[in-house]
Every structure is written in structure tokens, then in C-alpha cells.
């Protein structure tokens, strides 16, 4: 089990300086972000990660896919021709909450309730973008988010539920993310674990906070700061036959304030005793 | 289709207030709870309750039963002979939390992260509680709460987990609750709400803001005001054969705030229009 530095958990760093990071510390592979990959250029980040020898284990993010626009899909295009140019290993998608919904802004008049026709158009979507990353060998990855972000983030709120979405595709054409802090709640989730199986793209740790702060999104913690109980959920992924790299991927105004070698450091620490 | 006022909704009301207010406002039906009712006294509240001539359509709430205490079965047996005297429809469960995790506070070295096994727990009550209620005509009403309160109040997450816990137990005994704030966003929830059938005990209605409050527990707010498509939830549980009270049940700050007979204006309003 090799662990993956997911770059926002080092957020302040840029793709050039999560790069020698990670080589700093001995980390094999990173999962990178679109607006950080952008920032130092598309072709420049690929040749700093593939100089430095690490494997990209994830691009973040494709999706927000909800409000069938042409400009999403188009966006989502080039988001796989992106993962296609950095070898990432998949392009994660967060498809997005209900149309009209923002993270963080009130509810206004725009905002579209029809739930079902939110998680159709998802559907509708991927039926154009998965022959699409296939054609260019990206391996699309759904990720299901807790049930809290439904509203505004994303309508995919479980790993059941992702598996059926993904089922009339090749496993290598679309996976699913499992995600801790999304799935530990769920009570099938051992079951849709062992059902997944191959379609595991992406296997992402990080810890839920309790209680949660003010702004739910940052409610990600160290592993070994929140609630969670890795053994059961790693030993499941493992089992279902996932070799991949394991990111650790946290969102959380402190860790983001902190030094981002001595963040480095610790996930590795925690790593090793809650995970690998 | 018979609006239910939850206490807690106006909040400031004492249980003779409220039922006043019923009363006031046409209301026929009130769910209680428990401390408000030691406050007025029990065989007042009954008194109250039965000379206004209003249905008690839940009492809340039992649970709290994943420490495995016996100290919580015993006041879970209390809170069976309190709704027996109330002719409570039901008596509301929310299961509790992790051991150790305490709603508002820091995670402690207490904290227990077995999750499997405070399940098993709730389980095992379930089955020194039930015949007890059933024994004295009340019947238990799982409800399960929104995956964001796993940690620290309900281990007991979806309609389907509920009902997988009832499913051992006669109808009139374990029921569950539907509540459209902790439900919204399940992808299994019509399915599950067709399968609960005569297991509804409940049927509970608010609305699920956005974006949340900085205390979780307080995102409910008066229907309309939110994200929730009330239509196709409140045709689900009809179909499915419920003919009980429908109960309003906001925790808000400033529905809190506000005057409690403008409160229960604005939820008829709103009733009428969305629900009934």
C-alpha cells in the first residue's frame, strides 16, 4: 500500500513544490488539481512529475454535470484530455448538486428542487463522456460525497448508488471513488466495497471531524482526528482487490494554515499506523 | 392529511401552550416531548392533551441505547409507560451515537469508533424493548436520522437500515419514521418507503436549509424554505398506506426566536400549500 499526497491537503504548495515534496519525503505519488495544474502549466506539470518519477494518482476534478449544459460537457472533455496528458491513473468526478444550489450562498429563486431529474442528467452525461475517456484512456472515477453535500455538491451520495450508475460502462472506462469521509457512515457500505471490486479507482483517506466546523466542507481531518475506523474500510477495499495508491485528501483550515512539510510528515505518520 | 404540531417547533411553548395554540389554530393533533411533558407533569399533560381533545401523534423521544447501558433501558421503559399514558401514537427512537461522542463537544479520549458494534448494541435493546412497548400498547417509532449525525446521535442512517432493524418485530410493535430532512437525499428512499408499508409510524416533515448553520442540528426550517420537493415524498408515504397525523418538526434559531402563534400561521400556510 503506497501512500498518495492529494495536493489541496497541501494546498498552499504549487504543483512544482508538491512535486519536490514528495520526493522530499519519500511519497511515490500525488493526485493533483485542475486550477493548480493550470497554474503552472498543463505540459510543465506532466514533465515535473514524471521527472521526479511519481505516479499521478488521480486528477481532481471533473463533473458538475447537473445542469446538462453543452459548457459542463465541454469542460469535462477537456478534463480528460488533461488526465490523458498527465497519465493520471483517473479523473475523479464530483457531478455536482441540484441546478441553482451554491456551496456557501443562500438559496435563491433559480434553485431547481427536482432531485431525480438532477441525478438523470447525470446519467445522460456520462453516457457522452465515458466512450470519450475511453477513446483517450482515462478511466473516469464517480464519487460519491456525504449525504450533507446532496444539495450543492454532489447528488451521488452513495457508493451503491455510483456502482449503478457506472455498471453499463467497462470497468476501465468508469470507476468509483471510495472516499472515507463519504462512505464510513453507510450502512451497505462493506457490502457495495466487496461489490465494487475492480471499479475501486480510487481509494481516498482522511478522518471526519467532530463536531463539524461552521463550514461543513472543511470538516476533513488527519487520520486519527475524527471518528473513523480505517482498519474495517481498508481491509474491504483491499479485499475487493485494489492495488492502487491510497490519497490522503483533506480539507481543513488548519491543516491548510499549518506548514505544509510538517503536514507532509504527519499524514505519513498516521498513515502508517492507521492505514498501510 | 392532518397537520401535527411538534412541540419543539414553537419551541418557547409549554405543553399547555401548546396545546393551547393547537386549539387556537385548528391544529388536531400534537406531538410531545419528553421533558416538556415532566415540566408540565405527566398525568397533567395527559389531561391536558385529552380535554383539548387533541391525538398525541408521537411522543419523543426514546433511544440513546448504543452504550448498552442498563440505565438507558431503564429510562427507555420509562419513556413506554409515559407514552402509554399519553395515548401516544408512538414513541419516537433516535438511536444515539458513537459511545463517547457527545453532540458540541471535542472528541474525547472516550471516543469509541466501533461503529458495527454500537449497532449490534441498538439491536440487542430493540429486543428487551419491544415486547415491553408491546406489552403496554405503544409502539416504537426507529427513526433514522441524516448521515451527519452518525457520529453523534443516530448510528441508525436510512429507511432501509430502520426497517432491516424492525423486520423482526410485529408492525403494531416497531415502526420507523419517515422524516424528510433525513431522507431527502437517500437514492433507495421510495423504494424503502414502498417497502416500510404499514411500518410508517411517522410521517415528519421540515425542510432542509441550505447552506446549513453553523450548528447542524438547526438546519431544519419551515417547508418552502429549503431544497426538499415535499410531492413525490408525500405521495410515497401515502401510497404506501399511511393515515397518520403528519407532524411538523422545526429546530431553528429563529423560528425559535420568533412568536409561536406566527410560527404555527406560517406552518399551516405552508402546509397547505406544500403537503396537505
Redesign the interface.
Known amino acids: 500500500m503506497s501512500l498518495s499526497l492529494n495536493q489541496w491537503t497541501t494546498k498552499r504548495w504549487s504543483v512544482a513544490e508538491a512535486v519536490d515534496g514528495c520526493v522530499r519525503h519519500g511519497v511515490e505519488a500525488i493526485g493533483l488539481w485542475r486550477q493548480d495544474v493550470a497554474a503552472q502549466g498543463l505540459a510543465e506539470s506532466a514533465r515535473l512529475v514524471r521527472e521526479a518519477g511519481l505516479r499521478v494518482s488521480s486528477l481532481c476534478r471533473g463533473g458538475f454535470l447537473t445542469t446538462g449544459s453543452a459548457e459542463a460537457l465541454d469542460d469535462n472533455r477537456r478534463a480528460i484530455e488533461e488526465a490523458a496528458e498527465l497519465g493520471a491513473a483517473c479523473l475523479v468526478l464530483v457531478v455536482g448538486g441540484?441546478p441553482g444550489?451554491v456551496?456557501?450562498?443562500?438559496?435563491g429563486a433559480g434553485?431547481d428542487?427536482?432531485?431525480?431529474g438532477a441525478?438523470e442528467r447525470v446519467a445522460e452525461a456520462l453516457a457522452v463522456l465515458a466512450p470519450y475517456a475511453g477513446e483517450r484512456g482515462v478511466r473516469l472515477a464517480l464519487e460519491p460525497l456525504?449525504?450533507?453535500y446532496?444539495?450543492?455538491r454532489a447528488v451521488l451520495?452513495?457508493l451503491?448508488?455510483a456502482l449503478d450508475l457506472a455498471e453499463p460502462y467497462p470497468v476501465a472506462q468508469v470507476g468509483v471513488v471510495v472516499d472515507t469521509f463519504h462512505v464510513?457512515?453507510?450502512?451497505?457500505v462493506f457490502e457495495q466495497i466487496a461489490r465494487a471490486g475492480a471499479r475501486i479507482a480510487s481509494y481516498q483517506v482522511c478522518d471526519?471531524?467532530?463536531?463539524?466546523p461552521?463550514d461543513?466542507l472543511l470538516g476533513r481531518g488527519v487520520m486519527g482526528?475524527?471518528?473513523?475506523?480505517f482498519g474495517?474500510l481498508t481491509r474491504a477495499v483491499l479485499e475487493a482487490g485494489y492495488t492502487g495508491d491510497i490519497e490522503v485528501e483533506i480539507f481543513n483550515a488548519e491543516v491548510w494554515a499549518a506548514d505544509p512539510d510538517e503536514v507532509l510528515a504527519t499524514v505519513k505518520e498516521r498513515f502508517a499506523a492507521l492505514i498501510g
Open positions: 441540484l444550489v456551496p456557501g450562498e443562500p438559496l434553485a428542487r427536482d432531485l431525480a441525478r456525504h449525504p450533507m446532496c444539495a450543492d451520495s452513495t451503491g448508488q464510513w457512515w453507510d450502512p451497505q471526519y471531524l467532530h463536531p463539524l461552521a461543513v482526528d475524527g471518528v473513523i475506523d474495517p
